[in-house]
């Protein structure tokens, strides 16, 4: 590359090192603003170095590649500012007075490193208990008292728990005429009477919790037999019940776990109709309203920092994928009579589990940020982004300092691999842990 000494075009790099008529990035002696934390990739590079990627085509994997983000208009930035600064320093050549010297070299310079990039997304998120469902009295044979166009179930609602109240197995949920109807865990509601002689599922979730609650006497299979209906009868004497020595639908409330209760909507003193109550798991969770567009950094088991108002941060894991919902289809009854076209973006429900509940502290309800990991690369070489140099017909170089080559640098071709927190991952001939390379200052 020789320096200029005529009236000059703006060059860029070209493929093999000379200038060509067109400034894409920076040059030598430039000063740009150093880029924001969040760079993206820029257009045509390939996530890892490879082929680019045509503007509109999904990548050959078939999972869509999340769109461009605004760090990328950083990455323009610097080279607006590049080039701004050339044209003031007059390394690009004035006129036919052109008194300008030949830059001697980067006015700053980085090192290139061996490192592990993270690539990484930040989005919102809020600390809850997950999502409530409503407890419903039920009636013997397992039909829900009090449903639609019902006058409700025999009896009386006698208690009620408060709101806030946690629920445990075996502690009662609602009591119908002083009857308590208890809590057992499972994963499937009772759905008949079951009696000596049944066998099932729902057999062995009765079976299992009464061994939990201390009874015994039979095996916790899942055959209701003689032993099994002995222990029924001793346990319906604890709950003020008849003993019959047999479980209808309406005896207990299964659920998968211990519960919270969120609000009491029944009144004692009437009749068991309609919902009693709602509750939710005792656990604190953290929900986030996924952007479709970054439904391929999740799915069940992925890990993520979670942090929170005071600054603390805490790891989550993904435990559930909800199916994607149009905020729009939920609004556009609303948004066509207001006028507005309800055109959103569709979002996923994910819940994350936090191992740490006292690592949340004393928050109940708060937002929080939520960074999710989308790829990791060790042990690759890495420099700032600011040292990217855009090739003339497509690609990047980077500015090697060499102080035997022409003017103490050479344009070396790179291709890049991932961008996270500033650096890009980059690889080319002569490219070494410890190169010198120019950056934009």
Same mark, same amino acid.
């Given at each position: 590359m020789t320096a200029p000494d005529e009236t000059h075009e703006r060059g860029a790099v070209g493929p093999g090192g000379e200038s060509s008529g067109t400034l894409e990035v920076r040059a030598p002696g430039t000063v740009a603003a150093e880029p924001e934390p969040d760079s993206a990739v820029p257009a045509g590079s390939g996530d890892h170095g490879g082929p680019a990627v045509p503007a509109g085509e999904p990548p050959a994997d078939g999972r869509k590649r999340r769109p461009l983000r605004t760090s990328l208009i950083v990455l323009t930035a610097i080279v607006v500012a590049a080039a701004a600064g050339l044209a003031a320093s007059g390394v690009l050549g004035g006129g036919d007075d052109d008194t300008s010297r030949a830059p001697t070299g980067p006015s700053a310079t980085a090192k290139v490193k061996r490192t592990t990039l993270t690539d990484s997304e930040t989005v919102a998120g809020t600390i809850g208990y997950g999502e409530a469902a409503t407890v419903q009295a039920v009636a013997p044979g397992g039909s829900a008292q009090g449903g639609a166009g019902g006058s409700g179930g025999s009896g009386i609602l006698t208690w009620l728990p408060e709101a806030g109240a946690t629920i445990e197995r075996g502690e009662n949920v609602y009591s119908v005429n002083q009857q308590k109807t208890p809590l057992l865990y499972g994963d499937i509601p009772f759905y008949r009477t079951m009696r000596s002689g049944d066998s099932g599922s729902d057999v062995k979730i009765l079976e299992a919790n009464l061994k939990a609650l201390g009874y015994d006497g039979f095996t916790a299979d899942s055959t209701y037999n003689a032993a099994t209906a002995a222990a029924v009868e001793e346990w319906q004497d604890d709950l003020n019940r008849e003993e019959t020595g047999e479980v209808d639908p309406g005896d207990a409330v299964v659920a998968d776990g211990a519960r919270k209760v969120s609000k009491v909507t029944g009144s004692t003193g009437t009749s068991p109709s309609g919902p009693l109550l709602s509750w939710t798991a005792t656990e604190r969770v953290v929900t +986030? #309203? =996924? %952007? /479709?567009?970054? %439904?391929? =950094? +999740? %799915?069940? !088991? *992925?890990? /993520?920092? +979670? *942090? =929170?108002? #005071? !600054?603390? *941060?805490v790891q989550g894991t993904v435990t559930d994928v909800g199916a994607p919902s149009n905020v729009a289809d939920d609004q556009s009854a609303d948004a066509g009579a207001a006028g507005g076209e309800g055109d959103q973006e569709a979002t996923l429900p994910v819940e994350l589990k936090v191992k740490d509940q006292k690592g949340l502290g004393d928050y109940q309800a708060a937002s929080v940020d939520v960074t999710l990991q989308s790829e990791s690369r060790k042990n690759v070489l890495a420099v700032p982004v600011n040292a990217l140099v855009a090739r003339d017909g497509g690609g990047y170089a980077l500015e090697v300092v060499k102080p035997s080559a022409p003017h103490g640098v050479e344009y070396v071709p790179v291709e890049l691999g991932i961008f996270a927190d500033s650096m890009v991952e980059v690889s080319g001939a002569g490219i070494t842990e410890g190169t010198v390379v120019g950056v934009a200052k």
């Open positions: +986030v #309203d =996924l %952007e /479709a567009q970054y %439904e391929d =950094l +999740v %799915e069940v !088991g *992925t890990k /993520a920092e +979670v *942090t =929170l108002p #005071d !600054g603390s *941060t």
